[in-house]
């Protein structure tokens, strides 16, 4: 029984090291700050924007650059999820303002993540500016989603990633492909196909005959080769706009 209540303990200890370790390296991972790398190709990658607190996308030469860069906004968001957030005005650089007087205050130094005290000139300047250091840490103090409760999720849960997902996949589509399954007005019954955004894929439905939307095509292969060909296509073509926009800027 003792030998049994050892191993457990020594696993939990085990456990709580390795979660903990992993917690840490992905702090020092989403921190980094985005880095394109020296080679010219354009790879569409995302990156925890520390200043924003939230992952957005840029252009991945190819090559070297650091580990903050992942393929899809899923992955960013799965890994960099748990960094600690602090309030907008928080972010903001210490601001002594245009004016002459030296009063002692306190701002949030976003880089070292505390407190700092500075001489502020009496006018102007911005929000990120206390009268004590308590009042400082007690507005801009940290927190993961955990801190925030215990009913937090990751982001992957909640409705604005889903929203930011949707438009993501939107802009790959051509415009007639978007918007749901319209059966219209009339009273026919017209066997028809129209493409599911969620599914990426042609389904059928039964059309009235009249009115509805132009997410509307007489067969699936008709619907298949402008929707989901379309897409490839904007995909291609956004890339290629990307590359000469990068090689005029080169030879400029």
């Given amino acids: 029984m003792k030998k ?3 191993l457990s303990l020594m696993f939990a200890v085990l456990l709580f090291y390795v979660t903990g370790k992993q917690i840490s390296d992905n702090r020092d991972i989403c921190l980094l700050p985005k880095d394109d790398g020296p080679c010219r190709a354009i790879l569409s990658r995302y990156y925890y924007n520390r200043y924003t607190q939230q992952c957005e996308e840029f252009e991945y030469g190819g090559c070297e650059g650091n580990a903050n860069n992942f393929e899809t906004f899923e992955d960013c968001e799965k890994t960099c999820w748990m960094i600690k957030k602090v309030p907008k005005i928080c972010r903001l650089e210490a601001d002594e303002g245009p004016c002459r007087a030296l009063l002692k205050k306190y701002f949030y130094n976003f880089t070292s993540m505390a407190c700092e005290p500075f001489y502020y000139g009496g006018c102007y300047g911005n929000d990120n500016r206390f009268d004590n250091r308590a009042s400082c840490l007690s507005f801009c103090s940290p927190q993961t989603g955990e801190q925030l409760g215990n009913m937090a999720v990751a982001p992957s849960a909640t409705a604005e990633y ?19 399954a319209d059966p219209g007005s009339c009273s026919a019954s017209v066997s028809r196909y129209y493409y599911d955004v969620k599914l990426k894929a042609c389904k059928e439905f039964t059309y009235s005959g009249c009115g509805g939307n132009s997410n509307n095509f007489p067969s699936a292969e008709s619907c298949t080769s402008i929707c989901k060909k379309g897409r490839m296509n904007n995909k291609m073509n956004l890339t290629t706009m990307k590359i000469r926009r990068k090689k005029l800027q080169n030879d400029n």
């Fill in 162 to 180: 889903r929203e930011e997902k949707r438009r993501r996949i939107e802009k790959e589509i051509p415009s007639i492909c978007v918007g749901p």
């Fill in 4 to 6: 049994l209540l050892l």
